[in-house]
C-alpha cells in the first residue's frame, strides 16, 4: 500500500503539470491601457530577431503595440542585476510582461509557454522574485523556442527599472542563486517518485519566514547552528528531509545564509508577498484534489494503480 500512495502522489503531481499547461489563459490583460498603472511593461531577450518578436507579441497577446511599453534585456543588465560578466555571446530569449497591481495583491506569475521553458517553473520564478524586492505585481513569461529560462527575472528587474523602481543588486543577484539552488535540486531527483517540487517551494518560503522570525526575535541574524536547523526543520515539515541529499541540503543552508544578509530579511513587505504566496501554494495543491475528487480523476488514478498491483 505504501508503494501505492507513492505512485499516487507522482500521478497526480503529473496531473498538476499537465492541467497547469492546460489552461494557458493571459494573465494580463493588454486591450485596455489600465489608467492606475499605465501601460504593461514588455522586456524582450535581446537574442530576438524582428519575426521573433513579433512572434512574442502574438503569445502575450499584444494586439495593439500602443498599449505597451516596450524594451529588452542584453548581456549589460545581466550584469547590472546579477553580476553576470562575460556574457556577450549569450543568446536571450525568454521575455517577459509585467504589470503592476494594488497593494496587498501579491506576486503572480504565468507561465505562457511551458513548452518552452524547460527548467524554471511559475512557483520559484515567484519565490525568487520576492527576495530581490518585487512586490504586487503580475508576470508572464514566454518563449518562441526551448530556453532554461533562468534568465527571465532580469527582464522583470528591467521593467521595473524602466517604471521607476531601483532593486538593490546584493538581493537581485541571491534571488538568482535562489532560483538556481531550487531548479538544480529539482534536477536533481527528477527522477526521485518520491520528491515533489511543490514542497521544495513551501520549504524555501518557509525558510525565509523563520530567518526574518529569529532576526526580529533576538535582533540579529541568524548563527550558522541556527540557519541549519531552520533549513532542517523546513525540510522536516514538507517531507523532504529524508528525500533530498546532503549535498542538496548544504545547498540550502549555504543559500539561507546568504539570503539573511540582505535587506530582504528586516522587510515587512517581503514577508507579506511570503505570506501570500505560501497561501497560493496551498490554494494550488488543495485545489488540484478538489477538481480530481470532483472529476472523478482521484478514483481513477487510485483504481489504476490498484489493478496494476493486483
Same mark, same amino acid.
Given at each position: ?8 502522489g507522482?500521478? $497526480? ?10 489552461? %494557458? ?22 537574442? $530576438? ?8 507579441r ?7 503595440? %500602443? ?12 550584469f ?34 511551458p ?31 526551448k530556453?532554461?529560462? @533562468? ?11 524602466? %517604471? ?14 535562489? $532560483? ?20 521544495l ?9 523563520? $530567518? ?15 540557519? @541549519? ?6 525540510l ?15 545547498k ?16 515587512? @513587505? ?6 501570500k504566496l ?28 490498484k489493478?496494476?498491483?493486483?
Open positions: 500500500m505504501f508503494k501505492c500512495n507513492k505512485l499516487l507522482v500521478s $497526480l503531481a503529473a496531473v498538476m503539470s499537465v492541467s497547469a499547461s492546460a489552461s %494557458n489563459v493571459f494573465a494580463i490583460d493588454t486591450s485596455v491601457i489600465d489608467e492606475k498603472w499605465g501601460k504593461p511593461t514588455v522586456v524582450y531577450g535581446s537574442g $530576438l530577431n524582428d519575426e521573433q518578436i513579433e512572434n512574442t502574438e503569445l502575450f497577446d499584444i494586439q495593439d503595440t %500602443n498599449n505597451v511599453y516596450e524594451t529588452s534585456v542584453d548581456a549589460n543588465d545581466l547590472t542585476y546579477l553580476g553576470v560578466t562575460g556574457a556577450d555571446n549569450l543568446i536571450l530569449i525568454s521575455s517577459v510582461m509585467v504589470q503592476k497591481q494594488d497593494a496587498g495583491t501579491g506576486l503572480k506569475v504565468k507561465i505562457i509557454t513548452e518552452n521553458i524547460t527548467k524554471i517553473t511559475s512557483n520559484q520564478y515567484a519565490n525568487a522574485a520576492i527576495t530581490a524586492g518585487v512586490s504586487d505585481v503580475e508576470i508572464d513569461v514566454a518563449a518562441v523556442s530556453v532554461t529560462g @533562468e534568465s527571465a527575472l532580469t527582464g522583470v528587474y528591467k521593467a521595473l527599472e524602466a %517604471n521607476g523602481e531601483t532593486l538593490d543588486a546584493d538581493r537581485t543577484q541571491v534571488a538568482q542563486d535562489e $532560483l538556481e539552488t531550487t531548479n538544480e535540486i529539482a534536477e536533481n531527483n527528477s527522477d526521485n517518485s518520491n520528491f515533489n517540487s511543490s514542497n517551494d513551501q520549504a524555501i518560503v518557509e525558510i525565509k519566514q523563520k $530567518l526574518a522570525e529569529i532576526k526580529q526575535n533576538q535582533g540579529s541574524a541568524a548563527t550558522a547552528e541556527q540557519v @541549519e536547523q531552520v533549513v532542517q526543520d523546513a522536516n515539515k514538507f517531507n523532504l528531509s529524508d528525500i533530498i541529499s546532503q549535498d542538496d541540503i548544504d540550502l543552508i549555504a543559500f539561507a545564509k546568504k539570503y539573511q544578509n540582505t535587506s530582504a530579511i528586516d522587510s515587512q @513587505e517581503v514577508l507579506d508577498q511570503l505570506n505560501s497561501g497560493s501554494l496551498k490554494n494550488q495543491l488543495s485545489g488540484l484534489f478538489n477538481k480530481a475528487q470532483s472529476e472523478g480523476w482521484l478514483d481513477k488514478i487510485i483504481n489504476f494503480i489493478s496494476l498491483f493486483n
